[in-house]
């Protein structure tokens, strides 16, 4: 049966979220297989200890490969993966997603003859295969993927593969010795920093804030900045308040903003179109505030209040620092 | 006083904006034979006919350089962009392919009915059926389809097909250099592509690409309703007809039903308003989309003349409305919608058809006003137009010329010339009300054009002065399974209009109410917003303006405004309209 391969990034002594959604997409789809999901690990031994590599049995990843190597660059994975299907030919390689994956998955395609499928928000199995799902057109349709080649290479979309801790054993870890090819190593790494200059990122948090158009002009923002930092999250915008210049696009969800999926999702004077929706309906918990009862964000909200925000919000942080406090 | 939006032009010269020199260096000019700009049907017609004289002249395709015929195509796709009612007559197309009948269509129209709408509940057949509206031979296609296929067809002929890449600007010689018989306007020597990669600011990002200097031996303009280049290249050029363009509004929808819909439909009347200050001159289509082994569609949709009076009227929503009348009820209850779009139409007919030719360039299709308002037919005059350019260009080319001016005779000579005279003062008379206007058109018809005969003016969509009526409250409240709001539709055309990219829609601001919500209820993917706290009353208000919602319908170049192309690849991505 075929055996799924995961790249795993690590910086600074834990496990991205997005590496960690895809160990436990690729645990769950190995099992409904009847195979192994495995983990790759690249980077300086000594980032890089034993248990941190044996921790993504949690995952559900019963073996870790563990390479020495440069630390966060496409090339050198590639390597690692190329040799590790080589070796244990594994039928699958998935990633979790984010700009790294996504050169990683192509190289690992380009590389192997693989066939690859980009932008995946979910995978299923059918007649003992996998099949990748894609939205396409702007998210209109999904496309079914199936894969023909060898080797099929899945990248999903950020944050589409949910982080579930499905097992309690330890993962075996093994070391790989590889010779790097020379082009591998021709790219170094000057520094690591947030993505795309964005303060805090808001695909990584469990809760957002979000704003839209109903907070009636760009101050209203400071209210869900009190909000947001008395939950410890991050607040995020729609295309329409962004457009307007109230605040940065690094914050706007949305069809041609980011895709997001956190704990909580508060969206404050939204409407709630479609164009919305789609990027933030992953979302675990949706409170919606609005002060017309028939905004469409009511039809998918877990909880909706109609009322004035500005006077909700403000009695909220309040209520939640409270809380926090005592 | 009543305001009429041609009070309060865009911001833009597009003669002096659009047309101009080279201006890359002439060793980073890109050198093709033939530019065609456009990727509809006319611009793949005109690309396959030329392609198919060249094949058996490779000494005149050598000479026209490594790539003889380019088309430059603003979708993401060919079809990309396209969107009909969808019957063709299939009589050029056929002549097109001589020995390939393989193009995509939904079989011949077979039953027919004209139904008059008398209000909300009742319909009354009108028989016998009158003769404009008679489609026997016709097919049911849709233009997203078939142009995906021409596409393929042009491709293969050898066409360098150049998706996602706009024609931003038309290159100009000026007059002396060229010696050219059109006077001193200078001589078209090909088209400047669009920049990607601006901010909202218009300044450079980091992936920002320069458009090119296309040169071309001839440019064929075959920008489709609302031609861009073609605007600007009737101003500069001295091209305009004596009467103005003008357009309507097709807003269209696909659905999946249960039962096929046996019989091609249309319908004049409710709900637009008979009473001829109103101005709503209009109907829908049903068409049946059948195809074996598929599930059964039906094209729907709704047109109103773009010179409509009430500011509230709204194509989409007029459509939504029309949707609750029990005679589509049974067609559509139980099935989906699939698909959505809008597009302009020019409706000027004959009088409103430009001058075809300018040294170095021709125009075709739709940009060149070619389609029959009362037959509701525009497809085949769009392919004939292309083939007729094709042929020209290839034997002016040959002689060695850029003087292009017996196209435009071939046009006037072949069915389009032909039929758009017999049907020059049709639409003109319904600015009389449905009723009287019906009556003279009836005449028209009857007598192949001769009574009353004369020359019945128009006017430009832009000069109808506005009224504010309660029109709105008839629409539908959309229920997002029947009736829909324009966001969600626009959401299901798979437009991915980057949102930080300048806007490409012209329009002045501070304008007064009645315009601002003129473009606001026309505007069928809600571009146009007028802010909640804006003034009422006498007081003029600022729009919000939302261009990434953008699907380049072209009404708001008819009704005082002016699209110009956003980036290429940027709208929707149709599929089925």
Not at chain 1, 148 to 163: D, K, M, Q, T
Not at chain 1, 164 to 182: M, N, R
Request: proline fraction near 6%; charge should be negative.
């Amino acid at each position: 049966m075929s055996a799924i391969l995961v790249y795993a990034l690590h910086y600074d002594g834990a496990f991205n979220k997005n590496s960690l959604g895809a160990v436990s997409e690729g645990s769950r789809l190995a099992e409904e297989l009847g195979s192994e999901c495995h983990a790759v690990v690249v980077g300086d031994k000594a980032g890089l200890p034993d248990e941190l590599c044996a921790s993504l049995g949690r995952y559900g990843a019963r073996r870790v490969f563990r390479v020495e190597g440069p630390e966060g660059l496409a090339q050198p994975v590639v390597d690692a993966m190329a040799r590790v299907i080589g070796e244990q030919g594994h039928g699958y390689a998935l990633f979790g997603g984010g700009l790294l994956g996504f050169e990683i998955g192509a190289g690992l395609t380009a590389r192997l003859d693989a066939g690859v499928c980009m932008e995946v928000t979910s995978v299923r199995v059918e007649d003992g295969k996998l099949v990748s799902e894609r939205p396409i057109l702007g998210d209109s349709s999904v496309s079914d993927v199936h894969y023909r080649a060898g080797v099929g290479v899945i990248i999903g979309r950020l944050n589409a593969f949910e982080v579930t801790e499905s097992g309690d054993q330890d993962a075996v870890v093994e070391d790989v010795a590889l010779e790097f090819e020379p082009h591998s190593l021709r790219a170094k790494m000057v520094s690591r920093g947030e993505q795309r200059g964005a303060d805090v990122n808001i695909e990584d948090a469990k809760v957002l804030i979000a704003g839209g158009r109903g907070l009636g002009k760009a101050e209203g923002f400071q209210a869900l900045e009190d909000l947001a930092g008395a939950f410890g999250g991050a607040v995020a915008a729609t295309r329409a308040v962004v457009d307007a210049g109230w605040y940065s696009y690094s914050a706007q969800i949305g069809q041609t903003g980011k895709t997001v999926a956190p704990k909580l999702y508060l969206a404050a004077g939204i409407s709630g179109a479609i164009q919305h929706k789609v990027g933030m309906q992953g979302s675990e918990n949706i409170v919606a505030i609005n002060k017309d009862a028939n905004a469409p964000i009511f039809e998918f909200s877990d909880l909706g209040i109609v009322g004035d925000l500005n006077k909700i919000v403000p009695k909220l942080t309040e209520a939640v620092k409270a809380r926090k406090g005592g | 006083m009543a305001v009429a939006p041609i009070e309060f032009p865009p911001p833009v010269d597009a003669a002096a904006e659009f047309i101009g020199p080279p201006t890359d260096a002439e060793d980073e000019r890109i050198e093709v034979g033939v530019a065609i700009v456009g990727g509809g049907q006319a611009g793949m017609a005109c690309a396959i006919r030329l392609l198919q004289l060249l094949e058996d002249d490779p000494e005149l395709a050598e000479s026209l350089g490594e790539v003889p015929v380019a088309v430059i195509e603003k979708g993401r796709v060919a079809g990309a962009h396209q969107l009909s009612g969808g019957v063709m007559n299939p009589t050029p197309l056929r002549q097109l392919f001589a020995d390939d009948d393989s193009w995509p269509h939904f079989g011949e129209v077979g039953r027919e009915t004209v139904y008059f709408m008398l209000n909300r509940k009742r319909a009354l057949p009108l028989k016998p059926t009158p003769p404009p509206f008679r489609n026997h031979g016709n097919f049911v296609v849709s233009v997203a389809e078939l142009n995906r296929w021409l596409g393929e067809r042009a491709e293969e002929a050898g066409a360098y097909v150049l998706s996602e890449t706009v024609g931003a600007k038309l290159l100009v010689e000026d007059g002396e250099r060229s010696g050219d018989e059109a006077s001193g306007r200078g001589r078209i020597v090909g088209v400047r592509t669009g920049d990607k990669g601006r901010d909202k600011d218009g300044g450079r990002k980091s992936n920002f690409e320069p458009g090119a200097d296309v040169v071309a031996r001839a440019t064929v303009l075959a920008e489709g309703c609302w031609g861009h280049l073609t605007g600007a290249a009737l101003k500069r050029l001295g091209l305009a007809a004596k009467d103005p363009q003008v357009w309507a509004l097709g807003v269209k929808e696909v659905w999946e039903v249960e039962q096929p819909l046996d019989r091609v439909i249309h319908t004049l009347g409710w709900p637009l308003r008979p009473q001829s200050k109103f101005k709503e001159f209009g109907g829908s289509w049903i068409y049946p989309m059948n195809r074996a082994g598929e599930t059964p569609r039906v094209s729907i949709g709704f047109v109103v003349g773009l010179d409509h009076a009430d500011a509230r009227l709204s194509v989409h929503d007029v459509l939504q409305e029309f949707k609750l009348h029990p005679l589509v009820r049974r067609i559509l209850t139980g099935g989906k919608r699939v698909a959505w779009g809008a597009k302009a139409i020019p409706e000027g007919g004959y009088w409103a058809m430009p001058r075809l030719h300018a040294p170095g360039m021709v125009i075709c299709g739709d940009g060149g006003g070619m389609v029959n308002v009362p037959k509701l037919k525009g497809i085949h005059y769009a392919i004939r137009s292309g083939m007729l350019a094709a042929e020209t260009l290839y034997s002016s080319l040959k002689a060695g010329s850029t003087d292009f001016s017996s196209y435009e005779r071939a046009v006037h000579q072949s069915e389009i010339g032909k039929d758009l005279y017999e049907s020059r003062n049709m639409k003109q008379p319904f600015g009389r009300g449905l009723i009287v206007g019906g009556a003279i058109t009836n005449a028209m018809v009857v007598t192949k054009g001769r009574l009353p005969g004369g020359h019945w003016p128009t006017h430009r969509d832009s000069d109808q002065p506005l009224l504010l009526t309660d029109r709105d409250k008839r629409y539908p409240k959309p229920d997002g399974k029947y009736t829909f709001d324009k966001l969600s539709s626009v959401f299901t055309t798979g437009n991915a209009t980057r949102d930080d990219a300048p806007s490409h829609i012209r329009i002045q601001q501070r304008v007064p109410r009645e315009l601002a919500e003129a473009w606001k209820w026309m505007c069928p993917a809600a571009v146009y917003e007028v802010p909640e706290d804006a003034p009422q009353g006498s007081e003029h208000v600022d729009l919000l303006v939302n261009p990434s919602n953008c699907v380049q319908c072209g009404a708001i170049t008819a009704k005082g405004g002016r699209l110009t192309p956003p980036e290429g690849g940027d709208g929707p991505v149709y599929q089925v309209t």
